[in-house]
């Protein structure tokens, strides 16, 4: 079965400070997604990755960083975090382009102070 | 770019009735509109989908209808139970790109 796993499951981060989110998928999937998920918004793209050394902005990249340095692993960078990211993160993996099934992470929870 | 609109933000059946989740997309361009489930304090796992060369596409008790003219798509869910409670998106993903864009979730209440 796909597995995506992310790290840390939960967070709790300082207004100003750093914070990195990982994403490891054993499926060998090409395509990988950060969303994030907030009430009333569902769920909204932040960066998404064709394959290792490639990142593309979502809807929303502004205030966020992603790095794919392989096949396996894909990292969200939030270099200075402030309150408003305050939310559930989601990595997802998927393998064909526009048919795009997605297999997704259990989610961190990130409480930014 | 493309945007999925979720029109029921929540919904509430009986058991055994049916569930009807509508949605709208913009770009005529998408071609792939999957649905995924998340229960309660869970992660989202795909339940169905459907292409733009149908219009309709049925697994056991769910349906997918596509009108590609009117740019809409639903999922019923026919002869609900307890266990399809759960928050429902809907998303869009154009045709030679990586993007799927997801709806704002419904959530789905089943009652006694």
């Known amino acids: 079965e796909a597995a995506v796993t992310q790290s840390p499951r939960n967070k709790v981060a300082v207004t100003g400070g750093k914070v990195t989110l990982s994403c490891n998928q054993t499926n060998n999937h090409n395509n990988m997604y950060w969303y994030r998920q907030d009430t009333g918004h569902g769920l909204r793209l932040i960066h998404y990755?064709?394959?290792?050394?490639?990142?593309e902005k979502g809807d929303i990249p502004d205030g966020y960083k992603a790095s794919r340095p392989s096949q396996e692993n894909f990292s969200l960078i939030l270099e200075l975090a402030t309150p408003s990211q305050t939310s559930v993160y989601f990595c997802?993996?998927?393998?064909?382009?526009?048919?795009?099934?997605?297999?997704f992470g259990a989610g961190t929870r990130l409480s930014v102070l | 770019g493309e945007k999925v609109e979720q029109h029921e933000s929540t919904l509430s059946v009986r058991e055994g009735d049916s569930a009807v989740i509508n949605c709208t997309y913009t770009?005529?361009?998408?071609?792939?509109f999957p649905w995924y489930k998340q229960e309660a304090g869970k992660s989202l796992h795909f339940v169905i989908d459907?292409?733009?060369?149908?219009d309709r596409k049925q697994s056991q008790r769910l349906i997918v209808l596509l009108d590609k003219k009117a740019k809409r798509f639903s999922l019923h869910i026919t002869a609900t139970q307890p266990e399809d409670s759960a928050i429902y998106f809907c998303a869009a993903s154009i045709s030679n790109t990586n993007k799927v864009v997801f709806g704002t979730g419904t959530r789905l209440q089943v009652l006694p």
């Open positions: 770009d005529t361009a998408s071609s792939y």
């Open positions: 459907i292409r733009s060369n149908v």
């Open positions: 997802a993996s998927g393998e064909r382009v526009g048919q795009n099934t997605l297999y």
């Open positions: 990755s064709y394959g290792a050394g490639s990142t």
